[in-house]
């Protein structure tokens, strides 16, 4: 992964996780571009689960797998967490995080067609509900309408909008 390299550069113990997985939940949980090992999966994923049971909560698979990325990372000492979701909502596990940076790559509404010029801005308002004040965004959306409604969207919630990624 090219953040984790460039963070790795700098000296940081950098922990990410990914979404989905190809052939197994491992592939998921990466410690400075190493992937966890059968056995630390099996323990973080029982204490988790233990935890769970102990508080009586309901986790679906994606809350279980984030709160044992989160779990990894704390006992690995991460200096950063890169967490890769594919879809966020407000219900969306991620969001008991506050994340410093945002990056979002491409905002696509399954709902219009294939030759849409923007995407709505409610589905934006609730990808962009992982902000939080002081968060800093950046997009690789191709969009501007798009890019001019997350910016918006990213002043109005106290966030500092950083220069989008485009295409060279």
């Known amino acids: 992964d ?8 700098e000296g940081l113990t950098v922990g990410t996780f990914y979404a989905p997985h190809i052939l197994t939940y491992n592939e998921r949980f990466v410690l400075n571009n190493e992937t966890i090992s059968n056995k630390v999966l099996t323990d973080i994923g029982n204490e988790v689960i233990n935890v769970a049971e102990d508080l009586n909560l309901s986790l679906n698979s994606f809350e279980l797998l984030t709160m044992m990325a989160l779990a990894y990372f704390k006992q690995s000492n991460v200096d950063v967490a890169i967490l890769e979701v594919n879809e966020n909502s407000p219900s969306d596990a991620t969001n008991i995080c506050s994340a410093k940076i945002v990056a979002i790559t491409r905002i696509i509404d399954p709902q219009a067609s294939p030759n849409a010029k923007s995407t709505d ?8 509900s992982i902000v939080k004040p002081g968060s800093i965004v950046i997009s690789a959306d191709q969009s501007k309408l798009n890019l001019q409604t997350m910016q918006d969207i990213v002043v109005e919630k106290n966030a500092e909008w950083g ?6």
């Open 121 to 128: 801005e409610a589905l934006i308002q609730e990808i962009l």
């Open 163 to 168: 220069m989008p990624i485009r295409k060279l």
């Open 2 to 9: 090219f953040a984790t390299r460039l963070l790795r550069e």
